[in-house]
């Protein structure tokens, strides 16, 4: 049998609609990847939508869910992180950590961090190495 490569996405999760890892999930699982879906936000629509809900995940509470999957040994498998929205600053870090766990290549496709911080741009930008124009 032969294991479907892995990939760890980091981007946000939303109840209604299909952005973030709702919409990355599906088109990756169909090009053959085994997706680690890690929700940077969990929303109840697109904030385009208006009438929001929801939260960014705390720092430490995906650092947990990512040293969970460390623990396992899953990490060193990944051979790429897909980073997307990040909900908050610290997630940049995170995002920077997986990377350096396993051997693995940053692609980042969204929003760095809340409100583009410069450090989160700066930390992810550094890290990356495919980028799409919005993040630069």
Known sequence: MTLRPLLLSIQSEVVYGHVGNGAARFALQRLGFEVLALPTVL????????????????????????????????LRHCGAVLSGYLGAPAHAALVRDAVMRGTTRLFTTGTPAARNTAFARSLCMATADASTPECV
């Open 43 to 74: 929303f109840s629509n697109h904030p385009g939508h208006g009438r929001l809900k929801g939260r960014a995940i705390a720092g430490g509470e995906l650092r947990g869910l990512l040293d969970g999957l460390d623990g396992l040994g899953i």
